[in-house]
């Protein structure tokens, strides 16, 4: 289960809740049968914690929600992608630590 500090995105609210946003957005692009989504699971929750009302974390099912995945070339899982003033500011993909996405996201602030 997420954090509760994680906002679930649909293709519906994709556009409003990260390409609108004031805030940069990190977005984990998962499946529920990806393991190295599984492991990057509990760090997504740690950072939507840590950097409440900074930045804002999403998660994304790219199994159900198939048109903001595609829209942004989603092809391996786990894929993260910090956006910032409705842009791609940074993009990582597979398995990284906790500090790579701290960096990345003070960067952006």
């Known amino acids: 289960m997420a954090s509760e500090n994680v906002v679930i995105l649909t293709d519906k609210i994709f556009d409003q809740e990260v390409l609108k946003s004031d805030q940069p957005v990190l977005v984990d692009f998962y499946a529920d049968w990806c393991a190295p989504c599984r492991m990057m699971a509990p760090i997504?929750?740690?950072?939507?914690n840590d950097y409440v009302g900074k930045v804002k974390v999403c998660k994304l099912d790219t199994d159900a929600q198939r048109e903001a995945a595609s829209r942004f070339g989603i092809s391996s899982i786990p894929t993260l992608i910090i956006f910032k003033g409705g842009k791609v500011a940074k993009q990582f993909t597979g398995v990284h630590k906790k500090?790579?996405?701290?960096?990345?996201?003070?960067?952006?602030?």
């Open 44 to 48: 997504v929750d740690e950072l939507a």
């Open 99 to 109: 500090a790579d996405f701290k960096i990345a996201l003070d960067a952006a602030l």
